[in-house]
């Protein structure tokens, strides 16, 4: 009969700011997350932009022998085009307890 009347009880400030900053946590991963993706896919466009401008001024073939010789270094090839440039990310601090 408990759990009935608790339905009815006004909750205190207490309950529900736990409640709300349990809600702003959730939210915050969420936006870290999409984030996250966000940087994902302009670091896959970059690369992509990069990679057809390559191909365009040079041809397919001088592109694949310098990505063959930067696979075999174990090196990344470089995503650089012309007004493309890399946002430095931004530090996440966890909240303080």
Request: net charge positive.
């Amino acid at each position: 009969m408990d759990s009935v009347t608790s339905w009815f009880k006004p909750r205190s400030p207490q309950r529900t700011a736990a409640r709300e900053l349990q809600e702003a946590r959730r939210m915050l991963l969420q936006a870290e997350q999409h984030l996250l993706h966000a940087r994902m896919q302009a670091d896959y466009y970059r690369d992509l932009v990069a990679f057809l401008d390559t191909v365009q001024e040079s041809g397919v073939e001088s592109v694949s022998d310098r990505r063959r010789a930067c696979a075999s270094a174990g090196l990344r090839p470089p995503a650089c085009a012309a007004g493309l440039e890399t946002v430095p990310v931004v530090p996440i601090t966890p909240f303080a307890a």
